[in-house]
């Protein structure tokens, strides 16, 4: 009970904080509403039935995708600018609950991002989103919401064992939208390529979401596709384990937890 | 002169000197090219081409956004952070100057970033660049960066009112990616919308360059040309008042060291 209060608290608190910093709400509100328009125009002559659920889909993961970038990777950083990393880490409340309760407070507020695409795509195009799979496409994105918070935390956490945050946080952006698909398929990507992408979380996710939303697909393809989800997250969620103990030992041994 | 030289490169040194060589080409060669490749390949999957040539160029202009837009634009709000702001503004150094200066060398390193975007991306996405003239497409490019600088003045003046430059500058990229044509013909959008694309710069150089590639109107070129330097000379001009006016409004609401 203790815990999930912390876990509350730290999320509604991140949202906040989160939400009045112009960066954020520059990912949140105008960046789905740019990439919507943008996408449109690009796959309105593609020939493709049903593309506005991929414009739709690809805008707001490309707006996750930069919340998670300029927001939730810096995370722990940003505390230690704003002076507090030293209070939060020795509070009695376990440091890694309020990394996640922030990570998780920054995603779900980021989840507004598709609710902004679908809104400009009805508004501008009069285009409907339609998932012909329903429970297919809930699966699909709770899984993506799941995962993303997990590289989120990844990132957070190995981003903190550089000083240069502000510069890998810039440098992230693209090569992940490029490598995990978020708007074309990765099969069209070189071989090399889909290897990185099939190392990925966001690939799977996004590969599921966009079977969810693609009509008739076989329930074991859907279903192995998940799998593979699972057993990829499973795997960052080990290293994220692994690197708070690694980074946990260096803080307190080289004292660097608040150098920047 | 000398002067201005020592203040644009010290600028210059400043925006890099926390980052080590190797960190300085992944940020100005290698991700500008990811995300040129990221465009190139979705032009590729929406429009089902492979014929890339169009897109290499308007994208390879693009890449001046990482620095024009981010570094130039972010003048003023640069210095409220490293505390200068203050001196700045009470010195009697003309404010317009200062971001000449602060763009100097970024403007050059824009010509050389997309001059060899282009040359890399041709080569990645087999754009055969034999067949145009090299000199008149770096002609076309300088023309471009200098309407930018410009563009990126005029935004500039804004870090002195507001402290919502990243929202700024980030959706002014944004609309650039969207209104130059770069990425879909501006015919595409409706006629409201294409008066923004005739407002901003590159539209025109991006439209010259993809002329090169075919045969193409000299006096519809110069023209383009023409019209893309003094959209330039115009936020020149503009950014001359704007930082005035700016530097006025902020003196007034006590806005310089908003946070």
Redesign the interface.
């Known amino acids: 009970m203790k815990n999930l209060k912390v876990l509350w608290t730290t999320m509604t608190l991140q949202m906040k904080n989160s939400f009045v910093r112009p960066m954020f709400r520059f990912c949140l509100l105008a960046n789905p509403l740019v990439n919507t328009i943008l996408l449109y125009e690009m796959f309105i002559n593609s020939g493709q039935i049903n593309f506005i659920n991929y414009v739709i889909l690809g805008a707001g993961l490309m707006g996750i995708w930069s919340c998670i970038c300029f927001s939730s990777a810096g995370d722990i950083n940003r505390e230690r600018w704003y002076g507090t990393l030293s209070i939060i880490y020795t509070a009695p409340a376990d440091f890694r609950l309020v990394i996640i309760g922030k990570i998780l407070g920054n995603t779900i507020l980021s989840l507004i991002t598709f609710a902004v695409s679908f809104a400009a795509a009805r508004l501008f195009f009069k285009g409907n989103f339609y998932a012909p799979q329903a429970y297919q496409f809930l699966i699909s994105f709770i899984s993506m919401i799941l995962s993303f918070a997990v590289i989120a935390i990844f990132l957070a956490y190995l981003l903190t064992l550089s000083r240069k945050t502000t510069l890998y946080m810039n440098l992230i952006e693209y090569p992940v939208i490029l490598v995990c698909g978020f708007v074309f398929p990765v099969d069209i990507l070189p071989n090399w390529v889909q290897k990185i992408s099939f190392s990925l979380p966001p690939t799977w996710a996004v590969k599921l979401l966009r079977m969810s939303v693609a009509g008739e697909v076989e329930a074991s393809i859907f279903l192995d596709t998940f799998y593979k989800l699972v057993f990829i997250t499973g795997i960052y969620v080990i290293i994220v384990i692994l690197l708070y103990k690694i980074i946990n030992k260096q803080v307190r041994k080289l004292g660097t937890l608040e150098m920047q | 002169m000398k002067r201005f030289i020592n203040q644009a490169w010290l600028s210059f040194k400043i925006r890099y000197a926390?980052?080590s060589f190797e960190?300085f080409l992944?940020?100005e060669s290698l991700?500008p090219l990811?995300?040129l490749?990221?465009y190139c390949?979705?032009?590729?999957?929406?429009?089902?081409t492979n014929n890339l040539a169009k897109w290499v160029v308007g994208n390879s202009f693009l890449l001046c956004t990482n620095i024009c837009i981010f570094a130039l634009g972010s003048a003023f709000d640069e210095e409220r952070y490293t505390g200068r702001i203050r001196s700045i503004i009470i010195s009697p150094v003309s404010k317009l100057l200062i971001v000449l200066e602060k763009g100097f060398f970024p403007a050059i390193i824009s010509v050389i970033t997309v001059f060899f975007g282009f040359m890399i991306g041709s080569l990645i996405f087999n754009v055969d660049f034999t067949s145009i003239n090299l000199w008149l497409f770096l002609f076309v490019i300088i023309v471009g960066m200098f309407s930018m600088t410009g563009f990126s003045l005029f935004l500039s003046s804004f870090g002195l009112i507001t402290?919502?430059?990243?929202?700024i500058l980030?959706?002014v990229a944004?609309?650039l990616?969207?209104f130059s044509g770069a990425?879909?013909p501006i015919t595409?959008?409706p006629q409201t919308l294409q008066v923004i694309s005739k407002i901003i710069p590159l539209t025109r150089s991006i439209e010259s360059a993809n002329m090169l590639f075919g045969g193409y109107d000299t006096y519809k070129f110069v023209w383009l040309l023409l019209e893309e330097m003094l959209v330039g000379i115009i936020f020149y001009v503009i950014s001359y008042f704007v930082i005035k006016i700016a530097e006025k409004t902020a003196k007034k609401n006590a806005t310089l060291e908003l946070f």
């Open positions: 926390a980052i960190e992944l940020l991700y990811i995300t490749a990221f390949i979705l032009a590729a999957y929406s429009f089902n402290d919502s430059m990243h929202f980030n959706l944004n609309i990616i969207i990425n879909f595409q959008l």
